[in-house]
Nanobody, 120 residues
Framework: QVQLVESGGGLVQAGGSLRLSCAAS????????MGWYRQPPGKQRESVAT???????NYADSVKGRFTISRDNAKNTVNLQMNSLKPEDTAVYYC??????????????WGQGTQVTVSS
């Protein structure tokens, strides 16, 4: 199967920046859409940004103009550059990927999550 490991979370002041990275590993045959979701404290998980294998991107309205998603297909990685962070961006951020692993069909995979805390 496919494993996703996130890194780059942490504590930052409002207005600051963080860069999240996610690396996929395992018996990967192909990866389609990759993305980032987040779950703020006491709230439901929500989509932040997604990127297809061809590079088409989609962003939540709340992060447009501040966050940028990118991926490296050769390295099976996806990144999220977060600028002008706000306290309401505080959440656990999860990497996700729709991938085909050797011997498996298309499945949706999730990372373990990384905490992002933005102080006011």
């Amino acid at each position: 199967q496919v494993q996703l490991v996130e890194s780059g979370g942490g504590l930052v002041q409002a207005g600051g920046s963080l860069r999240l990275s996610c690396a996929a590993s395992g018996g990967i045959f192909s990866i389609n859409t990759m993305g980032w979701y987040r779950q703020p404290p006491g709230k439901q998980r929500e989509s932040v940004a997604t990127i297809t294998g061809r590079g088409s991107t989609n962003y939540a309205d709340s992060v447009k103009g501040r966050f940028t998603i990118s991926r490296d297909n050769a390295k099976n990685t996806v990144n999220l550059q977060m600028n002008s962070l706000k306290p309401e961006d505080t959440a656990v951020y999860y990497c996700t990927a729709d991938a085909i692993a050797t011997g498996w069909g298309l499945r949706n995979y999730w990372g373990q999550g990384t905490q992002v805390t933005v102080s006011s």
